[in-house]
Protein backbone atom coordinates (compact mmCIF):
# COMPACT_ATOMS: atom_id res chain seq x y z
CA UNK A 1 0.00 0.00 0.00
CA UNK A 2 1.25 3.45 -0.82
CA UNK A 3 1.55 6.25 1.96
CA UNK A 4 -1.63 8.14 1.71
CA UNK A 5 -1.18 11.69 0.13
CA UNK A 6 -2.55 14.93 0.94
CA UNK A 7 -4.75 16.01 -1.81
CA UNK A 8 -2.22 19.16 -3.01
CA UNK A 9 0.37 16.90 -3.61
CA UNK A 10 -2.19 14.00 -5.19
CA UNK A 11 -3.14 17.18 -7.92
CA UNK A 12 0.31 18.73 -8.30
CA UNK A 13 2.82 19.00 -11.03
CA UNK A 14 5.90 16.87 -10.69
CA UNK A 15 7.85 19.97 -11.08
CA UNK A 16 6.02 22.21 -8.04
CA UNK A 17 8.38 21.89 -4.77
CA UNK A 18 5.55 21.26 -1.75
CA UNK A 19 8.07 21.50 0.75
CA UNK A 20 6.48 22.67 3.77
CA UNK A 21 3.33 22.92 2.11
CA UNK A 22 2.19 19.41 2.00
CA UNK A 23 5.55 17.72 1.50
CA UNK A 24 8.20 17.16 3.95
CA UNK A 25 12.01 16.45 3.99
CA UNK A 26 14.95 17.40 5.57
CA UNK A 27 16.65 20.75 4.32
CA UNK A 28 18.27 23.07 6.22
CA UNK A 29 19.71 23.56 9.73
CA UNK A 30 16.13 24.09 11.76
CA UNK A 31 14.98 20.36 9.61
CA UNK A 32 18.52 19.12 10.96
CA UNK A 33 18.03 19.72 14.49
CA UNK A 34 14.64 18.60 14.52
CA UNK A 35 16.05 15.53 13.36
CA UNK A 36 18.52 15.11 15.45
CA UNK A 37 16.28 16.10 18.42
CA UNK A 38 13.79 12.89 17.37
CA UNK A 39 16.67 10.31 16.89
CA UNK A 40 17.76 11.47 20.83
CA UNK A 41 14.47 11.43 22.27
CA UNK A 42 13.51 8.17 20.97
CA UNK A 43 17.03 6.46 21.63
CA UNK A 44 16.54 8.09 24.98
CA UNK A 45 13.37 6.67 25.43
CA UNK A 46 14.86 2.76 24.84
CA UNK A 47 18.13 3.74 27.12
CA UNK A 48 15.43 4.74 29.94
CA UNK A 49 13.44 1.17 29.57
CA UNK A 50 16.72 -1.02 29.53
CA UNK A 51 17.95 1.01 32.28
CA UNK A 52 15.03 0.80 34.44
CA UNK A 53 14.56 -3.23 33.62
CA UNK A 54 18.59 -3.58 34.85
CA UNK A 55 17.72 -1.71 38.44
CA UNK A 56 14.54 -3.94 38.52
CA UNK A 57 17.03 -6.98 37.45
CA UNK A 58 19.44 -5.88 40.49
CA UNK A 59 16.69 -5.17 42.65
CA UNK A 60 15.10 -9.00 42.53
CA UNK A 61 18.20 -10.10 42.63
CA UNK A 62 18.96 -11.64 38.97
CA UNK A 63 22.26 -10.15 38.87
CA UNK A 64 23.77 -11.81 41.37
CA UNK A 65 21.63 -15.36 39.67
CA UNK A 66 22.95 -14.80 36.59
CA UNK A 67 26.92 -14.20 37.83
CA UNK A 68 27.28 -17.42 40.74
CA UNK A 69 28.44 -19.99 38.69
CA UNK A 70 26.78 -23.11 40.62
CA UNK A 71 22.92 -21.14 40.13
CA UNK A 72 24.80 -20.10 35.96
CA UNK A 73 25.09 -24.06 35.35
CA UNK A 74 21.66 -25.10 36.57
CA UNK A 75 20.29 -22.42 34.70
CA UNK A 76 22.25 -23.30 31.50
CA UNK A 77 20.94 -26.87 31.65
CA UNK A 78 17.58 -26.11 31.93
CA UNK A 79 17.51 -23.21 28.68
CA UNK A 80 19.38 -26.29 27.18
CA UNK A 81 16.06 -27.24 24.93
CA UNK A 82 14.63 -23.77 24.87
CA UNK A 83 17.92 -22.91 23.01
CA UNK A 84 17.51 -25.71 20.69
CA UNK A 85 14.36 -24.98 19.81
CA UNK A 86 15.18 -21.31 19.27
CA UNK A 87 18.02 -22.52 16.63
CA UNK A 88 15.99 -24.88 14.91
CA UNK A 89 13.60 -21.31 14.21
CA UNK A 90 16.63 -19.85 13.06
CA UNK A 91 17.88 -22.33 10.64
CA UNK A 92 13.68 -22.49 9.34
CA UNK A 93 14.59 -18.92 8.22
CA UNK A 94 14.27 -18.83 4.04
CA UNK A 95 15.09 -15.47 3.73
CA UNK A 96 18.55 -15.17 5.46
CA UNK A 97 20.22 -15.92 8.46
CA UNK A 98 19.87 -13.35 11.18
CA UNK A 99 23.18 -11.42 11.96
CA UNK A 100 24.63 -12.95 15.45
CA UNK A 101 24.62 -9.37 17.00
CA UNK A 102 21.53 -9.07 16.49
CA UNK A 103 20.55 -12.38 18.34
CA UNK A 104 22.65 -11.52 21.61
CA UNK A 105 21.16 -8.27 21.37
CA UNK A 106 17.55 -9.45 21.56
CA UNK A 107 18.39 -12.38 24.09
CA UNK A 108 19.84 -9.42 26.27
CA UNK A 109 16.94 -7.55 25.56
CA UNK A 110 14.45 -10.30 26.26
CA UNK A 111 16.57 -10.82 29.99
CA UNK A 112 15.99 -7.64 30.58
CA UNK A 113 12.08 -6.99 30.09
CA UNK A 114 11.09 -10.17 32.02
CA UNK A 115 11.72 -7.91 34.97
CA UNK A 116 8.91 -5.92 34.14
CA UNK A 117 6.52 -8.75 33.93
CA UNK A 118 8.19 -10.02 37.35
CA UNK A 119 7.10 -6.60 38.87
CA UNK A 120 3.36 -6.93 37.00
CA UNK A 121 2.95 -10.26 37.99
CA UNK A 122 3.92 -10.15 41.90
CA UNK A 123 1.74 -7.11 42.48
CA UNK A 124 -1.57 -8.27 40.89
CA UNK A 125 -1.08 -11.65 41.97
CA UNK A 126 -2.68 -10.79 45.31
CA UNK A 127 -5.65 -9.21 44.01
CA UNK A 128 -6.85 -12.35 42.30
CA UNK A 129 -6.04 -14.78 44.57
CA UNK A 130 -8.74 -13.72 46.86
CA UNK A 131 -10.34 -15.15 44.46
CA UNK A 132 -9.39 -18.94 44.78
CA UNK A 133 -9.59 -21.31 41.65
CA UNK A 134 -11.48 -18.92 39.55
CA UNK A 135 -9.23 -15.86 40.61
CA UNK A 136 -6.06 -18.15 39.73
CA UNK A 137 -7.50 -18.86 35.96
CA UNK A 138 -8.26 -14.94 35.64
CA UNK A 139 -4.45 -14.28 36.68
CA UNK A 140 -3.54 -16.56 33.80
CA UNK A 141 -5.28 -15.35 30.85
CA UNK A 142 -5.70 -11.66 32.06
CA UNK A 143 -2.06 -10.85 33.74
CA UNK A 144 0.45 -13.48 33.45
CA UNK A 145 -0.48 -14.37 29.55
CA UNK A 146 -0.77 -10.84 28.05
CA UNK A 147 1.83 -9.16 30.75
CA UNK A 148 5.03 -11.62 29.41
CA UNK A 149 3.85 -12.14 25.89
CA UNK A 150 3.88 -8.06 25.99
CA UNK A 151 7.75 -7.74 27.49
CA UNK A 152 8.91 -10.88 25.07
CA UNK A 153 7.73 -8.37 21.79
CA UNK A 154 8.80 -5.31 23.71
CA UNK A 155 12.36 -6.73 23.62
CA UNK A 156 12.47 -7.29 19.62
CA UNK A 157 10.40 -3.93 19.37
CA UNK A 158 13.20 -1.80 21.00
CA UNK A 159 16.21 -2.67 18.57
CA UNK A 160 15.58 -5.64 16.27
CA UNK A 161 12.47 -4.18 14.68
CA UNK A 162 14.12 -0.90 13.21
CA UNK A 163 17.33 -2.76 11.56
CA UNK A 164 17.85 -3.26 8.46
CA UNK A 165 18.28 -6.74 9.32
CA UNK A 166 14.71 -7.66 9.71
CA UNK A 167 13.86 -7.27 6.37
CA UNK A 168 11.06 -10.10 6.26
CA UNK A 169 8.08 -11.19 8.20
CA UNK A 170 9.42 -14.53 9.22
CA UNK A 171 12.20 -12.64 11.07
CA UNK A 172 9.54 -12.04 13.24
CA UNK A 173 9.00 -15.37 14.68
CA UNK A 174 12.87 -15.57 14.39
CA UNK A 175 14.20 -12.89 16.95
CA UNK A 176 10.46 -13.44 19.12
CA UNK A 177 12.00 -17.13 19.90
CA UNK A 178 15.35 -15.71 20.76
CA UNK A 179 13.24 -13.12 23.27
CA UNK A 180 11.34 -15.90 24.70
CA UNK A 181 14.88 -17.34 24.94
CA UNK A 182 15.96 -14.29 26.84
CA UNK A 183 13.00 -14.76 29.02
CA UNK A 184 12.91 -18.42 29.78
CA UNK A 185 16.72 -17.78 31.11
CA UNK A 186 16.36 -15.02 33.52
CA UNK A 187 13.13 -16.72 34.74
CA UNK A 188 14.63 -20.36 35.08
CA UNK A 189 17.46 -18.72 37.14
CA UNK A 190 15.13 -16.78 39.45
CA UNK A 191 13.07 -20.22 40.23
CA UNK A 192 16.40 -22.28 41.03
CA UNK A 193 17.81 -19.48 42.99
CA UNK A 194 14.64 -19.49 44.85
CA UNK A 195 14.45 -23.29 45.14
CA UNK A 196 18.00 -24.31 45.70
CA UNK A 197 19.02 -24.80 49.24
CA UNK A 198 22.51 -23.38 50.74
CA UNK A 199 24.10 -26.09 51.85
CA UNK A 200 23.12 -28.61 49.05
CA UNK A 201 24.34 -25.74 46.52
CA UNK A 202 27.44 -25.99 47.89
CA UNK A 203 28.06 -29.55 46.19
CA UNK A 204 30.72 -29.93 43.29
CA UNK A 205 30.59 -31.66 39.90
CA UNK A 206 28.00 -34.52 39.28
CA UNK A 207 26.29 -33.39 42.65
CA UNK A 208 25.32 -30.10 41.33
CA UNK A 209 23.14 -31.27 39.04
CA UNK A 210 21.22 -33.14 41.66
CA UNK A 211 21.16 -30.17 43.72
CA UNK A 212 18.78 -28.72 41.26
CA UNK A 213 16.84 -31.27 41.94
CA UNK A 214 13.03 -30.92 40.38
CA UNK A 215 13.41 -27.53 39.58
CA UNK A 216 15.44 -27.70 36.93
CA UNK A 217 13.82 -30.32 35.32
CA UNK A 218 10.55 -28.66 35.36
CA UNK A 219 12.64 -25.26 35.01
CA UNK A 220 13.86 -27.33 31.15
CA UNK A 221 10.41 -28.19 30.40
CA UNK A 222 8.85 -24.96 30.91
CA UNK A 223 11.72 -22.50 28.96
CA UNK A 224 10.32 -24.05 25.03
CA UNK A 225 6.97 -22.74 25.77
CA UNK A 226 8.34 -19.47 25.85
CA UNK A 227 9.84 -19.54 22.44
CA UNK A 228 7.29 -21.20 21.05
CA UNK A 229 4.26 -18.58 22.80
CA UNK A 230 6.88 -15.57 21.76
CA UNK A 231 7.81 -16.74 18.49
CA UNK A 232 4.20 -16.44 17.40
CA UNK A 233 3.79 -13.34 18.96
CA UNK A 234 6.85 -12.05 16.68
CA UNK A 235 5.88 -13.42 13.22
CA UNK A 236 2.81 -11.37 13.60
CA UNK A 237 4.92 -8.49 14.58
CA UNK A 238 6.56 -9.14 11.24
CA UNK A 239 3.08 -9.05 9.49
CA UNK A 240 2.29 -5.94 11.27
CA UNK A 241 6.23 -4.33 10.02
CA UNK A 242 4.96 -4.84 6.43
CA UNK A 243 1.33 -4.34 6.67
CA UNK A 244 1.59 -0.58 8.38
CA UNK A 245 -2.10 0.14 7.40
CA UNK A 246 -3.05 -2.60 9.40
CA UNK A 247 -0.27 -2.71 12.09
CA UNK A 248 -2.05 -2.71 15.50
CA UNK A 249 -4.88 -5.12 15.12
CA UNK A 250 -1.73 -7.64 13.69
CA UNK A 251 -0.16 -7.01 16.76
CA UNK A 252 -2.62 -7.53 18.79
CA UNK A 253 -3.59 -10.29 17.29
CA UNK A 254 -0.25 -12.03 17.66
CA UNK A 255 -0.22 -11.27 21.48
CA UNK A 256 -3.94 -12.42 21.93
CA UNK A 257 -2.24 -15.50 20.21
CA UNK A 258 0.64 -16.19 22.78
CA UNK A 259 -1.36 -14.98 25.49
CA UNK A 260 -3.91 -17.56 24.91
CA UNK A 261 -1.30 -20.45 24.19
CA UNK A 262 0.62 -19.49 27.42
CA UNK A 263 -1.95 -19.56 30.04
CA UNK A 264 -3.96 -21.91 28.70
CA UNK A 265 -0.72 -23.81 29.35
CA UNK A 266 -0.51 -22.64 32.79
CA UNK A 267 -4.50 -22.84 33.86
CA UNK A 268 -4.35 -26.50 32.47
CA UNK A 269 -0.57 -28.14 33.24
CA UNK A 270 -1.37 -29.26 36.43
CA UNK A 271 -4.76 -30.89 35.65
CA UNK A 272 -3.26 -32.21 32.83
CA UNK A 273 -0.31 -33.65 34.70
CA UNK A 274 -2.32 -35.15 37.26
CA UNK A 275 -5.16 -37.10 35.00
CA UNK A 276 -1.66 -38.55 33.26
CA UNK A 277 -0.29 -39.45 36.18
CA UNK A 278 -3.82 -41.06 37.40
CA UNK A 279 -4.00 -42.84 34.21
CA UNK A 280 -0.52 -44.04 33.38
CA UNK A 281 0.41 -44.51 37.03
CA UNK A 282 3.56 -42.48 36.92
CA UNK A 283 5.23 -40.43 39.33
CA UNK A 284 4.66 -36.64 39.53
CA UNK A 285 7.49 -35.54 37.04
CA UNK A 286 7.56 -37.85 34.40
CA UNK A 287 3.33 -36.88 33.65
CA UNK A 288 4.49 -33.57 34.17
CA UNK A 289 6.72 -34.40 30.74
CA UNK A 290 4.58 -35.87 29.19
CA UNK A 291 1.67 -33.24 29.17
CA UNK A 292 4.50 -30.61 28.73
CA UNK A 293 5.37 -33.06 25.52
CA UNK A 294 2.06 -33.01 24.30
CA UNK A 295 1.36 -29.67 24.46
CA UNK A 296 3.92 -27.41 23.64
CA UNK A 297 4.27 -30.64 20.56
CA UNK A 298 1.04 -29.61 19.26
CA UNK A 299 1.60 -25.42 19.35
CA UNK A 300 4.82 -26.28 18.14
CA UNK A 301 4.13 -27.90 15.11
CA UNK A 302 1.42 -25.44 14.26
CA UNK A 303 4.35 -22.87 14.59
CA UNK A 304 6.62 -25.01 12.18
CA UNK A 305 3.21 -24.97 9.56
CA UNK A 306 3.11 -21.27 9.66
CA UNK A 307 7.08 -20.99 9.08
CA UNK A 308 6.77 -24.07 6.59
CA UNK A 309 3.61 -22.39 5.05
CA UNK A 310 5.88 -18.58 4.49
CA UNK A 311 9.25 -20.87 3.02
CA UNK A 312 6.64 -22.42 0.39
CA UNK A 313 5.26 -19.00 -0.40
CA UNK A 314 8.67 -17.33 -0.86
CA UNK A 315 10.04 -20.09 -2.96
CA UNK A 316 6.93 -19.98 -5.32
CA UNK A 317 7.54 -15.95 -5.53
CA UNK A 318 11.26 -16.32 -5.78
CA UNK A 319 10.64 -19.55 -8.87
CA UNK A 320 7.63 -17.02 -10.52
CA UNK A 321 10.43 -13.71 -10.14
CA UNK A 322 13.44 -15.85 -12.23
CA UNK A 323 10.84 -17.12 -14.81
CA UNK A 324 9.93 -13.23 -15.56
CA UNK A 325 13.66 -12.41 -15.21
CA UNK A 326 14.36 -15.32 -18.06
CA UNK A 327 11.16 -14.40 -20.32
CA UNK A 328 12.25 -10.92 -20.16
CA UNK A 329 15.77 -11.94 -21.10
CA UNK A 330 14.36 -14.06 -23.94
CA UNK A 331 12.57 -11.14 -25.48
CA UNK A 332 15.20 -8.76 -25.35
CA UNK A 333 17.39 -11.04 -27.42
CA UNK A 334 14.71 -11.23 -30.03
CA UNK A 335 14.05 -7.85 -29.74
CA UNK A 336 17.70 -7.20 -30.89
Known amino acids: ?20 IATWERRGVIDGIASGIYRVLVASA ?9 LILVGIGGLSALTDPQIGALTLLSALP ?10 S ?13 TFLLGVLTANFAAVLNSALKGVFSTLGFVGTILFFYLVVGPVEETVKLLAVRLYAYGTESFEAVVDGAVYGAVAGLGFATIENALYITQNLDAPTATTAGLGLIGAGGGITAIRALAGPGHVIYSAFAGYYLGLAKFNPQNRGPIVIKGLLVAALIHATYNATVGIGTGLIAFATGLSQLPAFLVYVLLYDGIFGLLLVGKIRRYSTAYRQAHAAEERDESSFDVESTEFE
Open 1 to 20: MSRRRDPVEKRADDAVDLYD
Open 46 to 54: RLFIVVVAL
Open 82 to 91: ALGLAIYVRR
Open 93 to 105: DITSNEPLSLLVA
